[in-house]
């Protein structure tokens, strides 16, 4: 079990700490010098067949900063209040950000308890349970102690004991690793060292990982954790990598930087958060207020981001989003401390909801829904909650990177779910079945009415069926349609999709003027007649009959080769037989105008129309001395 130091300047952390380990985790001079700590310390000492790890912190004001970076992952704290001091400003500053980062279990040592007499220690016990209530730690033990006299010291070291044989907080080791680095240095003849505390998931020798925001490639060398060298460390911890990365150098890692599982990196500027300003503040927090953002064991600056109106009063709380002057590699759950841009005290802080919000429509009640439902520790509630809060599809590479989630976690939550997942370019896109079924719906319902309105129709294409629902529906019209093909409630011909009871039918009239139309291009051979002498000798106008050839196209029984020509489809192919036959003959396999001319019988008017048709099919390629003809199989456009 870790355990972080947190209080006042001089009320006796280190000292407790060498007390109940050996270690004085005091390490640079200058603290051994002026007597107070001024970074992050550490000591270990085993307890049987368990490890107590201690991070001492600074308690200087100046140096919050260090001791949020101590108190990040870590689930158990170690308070000290000097008897004689009893609660001071750094006191209810330290406990504020521990309960801000949501630790609820420690105890409380009253140092120096030698130092004062009984009537003392008895009046600083309610004085620090009321500095406590509210927050996590509010029914702490408060044990009176001295380093010193030792008095006290077996009582707490067994409140300790007692809490790391039954860890309260169960951390995640089976998501993606990531590591909070708050010490990055060099060791000669071993190389560049990280430590930290292990937020997530689990790290074993050799494992390839990304340190973060910069995005360098590392591989683990080595391992220590719990003061032990280890092949393997875990969620809860703290550990030490040896990590070395090609082009790796010291001064590409930095406190506050991230050791994590390559799916996970993708640094945020933007934050969905729920806040909470402190009791203690004299003024409301306001849209657009510059604020320092503690993460991990970073810090950035950035900017609280609330809806129109909208202020959060002293001891109040709300939804906002963060806008960050840095790339932060923060994931949805993680807790953050806000203090003001000077860095004199702390405001608040929060819980992150979700990561790279949108800049515009944040405060739209639909993104809020989204938020809503995003707000939930549970992944498979959280998307369940945000597939029917959705318009339409939910980007689940974003939900899995943005809580941790592995794919095979993924693959499970979308079968329990009953997601469908259709795979795109950007990343696989998740929907609810009811509202594929509501698209499904709409499709049937768009080809059951062509149908019924146009039964010479013979179907729509994907992009008819497309332009006949709503625009934020049209990513998943694909594998709507493909499925619906599969099942057999829709037939494909072609490019055209239809129910498959539909049969074709032509009006009376239409179907008359039909078998006239066939008639005459049948009598007509391959020399096809044009639409206005067709027309003519059908006694209609040629914009008229061209409504009814295009509709005649439409079902096969005729192929539109140019505004002016139409052509039965069994004349078209016996054309390109002609054409292949042509080039076949020619010494340097070409098909000329003359030439084509000849075999076929055409006349001149009808001639390129139907080379220009070839050529636009693919059939036919021009060259500089004619065309050449593709082998393939060819096949009359439908379309």
């Known amino acids: 079990m870790i355990v972080v ?7 006796g952390k280190t000292t407790l700490v060498k007390t109940l380990t050996g270690v004085d985790a005091d390490r640079l001079p200058e603290e051994k010098a002026r007597g107070i700590t001024l970074d992050l310390g550490f000591a270990y000492a085993r307890r049987g067949d368990r490890t107590l790890g201690f991070v001492d912190v600074p308690g200087h004001e100046r140096l919050v900063r260090t001791m949020v970076a101590g108190a990040t992952g870590v689930a158990f704290a170690l308070l000290a209040v000097a008897a004689d001091d009893g609660v001071m400003p750094q006191t209810r500053e330290h406990i504020a950000i521990l309960d801000l980062l949501g630790l609820g279990h420690g105890v409380v040592a009253v140092t120096k308890s030698d130092t004062v007499d009984p009537a003392r220690l008895v009046a600083v016990r309610p004085e620090i349970r009321a500095a406590l209530t509210g927050t996590g730690l509010a029914d702490a033990p408060i044990v009176a102690c001295s380093s010193l006299s030792g008095a006290g010291i077996p009582e707490l070291a067994a409140l300790l004991d007692a809490a790391a044989a039954t860890p309260a907080v169960v951390r995640p080791t089976q998501r993606g690793f990531r590591l909070a680095v708050d010490r990055s240095f060099t060791i000669s003849g071993v190389g560049i060292v990280v430590t930290g505390a292990v937020h997530a998931g689990t790290v074993r020798v050799g494992d390839r990982l990304l340190a973060s925001p910069g995005g360098q490639e590392v591989r683990v060398r080595g391992i220590r954790a719990e003061d032990l060298v280890t092949d393997e460390a875990g969620a809860g911890q703290r550990c030490a990598l040896n990590i070395v990365g090609p082009r790796l150098s010291k001064g590409d890692i930095h406190r506050g930087d991230w050791i994590l599982a390559p799916a996970l990196h993708g640094p945020t500027l933007r934050l969905d958060v729920t806040l909470r300003l402190l009791p203690s503040e004299k003024r409301a927090l306001r849209h657009r207020t510059p604020v320092q953002v503690h993460h991990g064991a970073g810090l950035v600056t950035g900017r609280i981001l609330l809806p129109e109106g909208v202020v959060v009063e002293p001891g109040g709380s709300a939804r906002a989003q963060i806008a960050l002057d840095a790339g932060l590699g923060a994931l949805h759950g993680d807790r953050f401390i806000l203090r003001d841009i000077s860095a004199s005290r702390t405001l608040g802080g929060g819980t992150i909801v979700d990561i790279d919000g949108p800049r515009r429509g944040a405060w739209w009640e639909e993104r809020q829904a989204m938020v809503r439902a995003l707000d939930r520790a549970d992944d498979g509630h959280a998307l369940d909650g945000l597939l029917e809060a959705s318009p339409v599809e939910v980007d689940l590479g974003h939900f899995a990177r943005s809580r941790n989630v592995s794919a095979a976690a993924m693959d499970a939550l979308a079968d329990t779910l009953g997601v469908m997942v259709v795979e795109t370019p950007r990343g696989p896109l998740g929907f ?47 594998p709507i349609l493909d499925a619906l093909v599969r099942d057999g409630t829709v037939a494909r011909r072609g490019n055209h999709h239809h129910r498959p009871g539909h049969v074709v039918r032509l009006s009376p009239e239409d179907a008359l003027l039909h078998d006239e139309i066939r008639t005459i291009l049948e009598a007509a051979g391959l020399d096809q007649p044009r639409l206005a002498e067709l027309a003519q000798r059908v006694g209609s106008d040629p914009d008229t009959l061209r409504g009814l050839l295009d509709r005649l196209g439409r079902i096969g029984w005729l192929q539109r080769i140019s505004k002016h020509y139409y052509i039965l ?21 070409l098909l000329t105008v003359g030439q084509f001319r000849e075999a076929t019988g055409i006349g001149r008017n009808i001639t390129m129309p139907i080379l220009e ?6 059939l036919t390629m021009r060259v500089a001395e004619g065309r050449r003809v593709r082998q393939e199989a060819f096949t009359p456009n439908k379309s």
């Open 432 to 478: 609810s079945r009811t509202r594929m079924n509501g698209i499904r719906s709409a499709v049937l319902a768009l080809l059951d009415d062509t149908h019924r309105i146009e039964p010479d129709n013979p179907g729509l294409s994907q992009e008819e069926v497309a332009a006949g629902i709503p625009t934020r529906h049209r990513r998943v019209l694909p």
């Open 613 to 618: 048709y070839l050529d636009a099919q693919g």
């Open 569 to 589: 489809p069994s004349v078209l192919i016996e054309l390109v037989d002609h054409a292949r036959a042509v080039a076949s003959a020619h010494p340097e396999a």
């Open 5 to 11: 130091t947190a209080g006042h300047i001089d009320h």
